[in-house]
């Protein structure tokens, strides 16, 4: 068996996987230190080794988050696909991350961030300020080279495109993970990029 497969994750790694369980498992629960390091099976002191704050485990989740999603994204934006299509991937891959990591749901929405650092709340900002500039990008290189044309300027169709997947993502935590962000999300898109487009 590959060496890489049986090893175990560090405790860093443990922790933010802990951190991020606790999130998903008690839905609007704020999360203590104390908490986690019992949910790890170590004590506080053991935590601050490997973090020197709570703030820095959710950063830790954040670079997770961001990492994870804009590697997809270089993907999916070096790919033949045409301008719709790669918008349509980018929204979909957000909104099935977020379907099979709940906990990160939470922190998108700033639910997981109430009473946090402000820093962290800034951070989730760029990220999805991140997300719409990409959009934008897509929409205005398919305007140039596909003859794309949407009803609303590119900067205005992306923001559209994301508030609709933030609203999903809204849902599903407000409904503590009941409704899922992919369900209608393919018959809800053809809608939306119809309306865009002209």
């Keep these: 068996m590959d060496a890489e497969l ?3 994750p560090s405790r860093r790694e443990q922790i933010l996987q802990s ?10 629960a704020r999360i203590t230190t104390a908490a986690l390091a019992r949910h790890v099976g170590v004590s506080e002191a053991a935590l601050y080794r490997h973090f020197p704050s709570k703030a820095r485990m959710f950063e830790g ?8 999603m804009f590697s997809r994204i270089n993907i999916i934006t070096g790919s033949d696909a045409n301008g719709m299509k790669q918008c349509e991937q980018i929204l ?31 951070r989730i900002n760029q990220f999805f300020e991140r997300m719409e500039t990409q959009l934008k990008q897509i929409l205005r ?14 900067g205005a169709t992306a923001n559209l495109m994301l508030a609709c997947a933030e609203g999903r993502i809204r849902q599903f935590v407000r409904s503590e993970f009941k409704a899922r962000p992919t369900i209608n999300w393919t018959d809800q898109w053809s ?4 309306a865009a487009s002209r």
Aim: proline content about 4%; overall charge negative; cysteine-free.
């Design 61 to 68: 989740l954040i670079a997770f988050i961001e990492d994870t």
């Design 191 to 194: 809608i939306l990029a119809v």
């Design 6 to 8: 049986t090893e175990k």
């Design 92 to 122: 979909t891959l957000l909104l099935a991350f977020v379907e099979k990591n709940p906990g990160m749901a939470r922190i998108l929405t700033g639910d997981a961030l109430s009473g946090e650092t402000d820093r962290l709340r800034q």
């Design 19 to 28: 951190l991020a369980m606790m999130l998903e498992s008690d839905p609007g």
């Design 141 to 154: 290189t398919a305007e140039q080279t596909e003859g794309l044309r949407t009803q609303l300027p590119s």
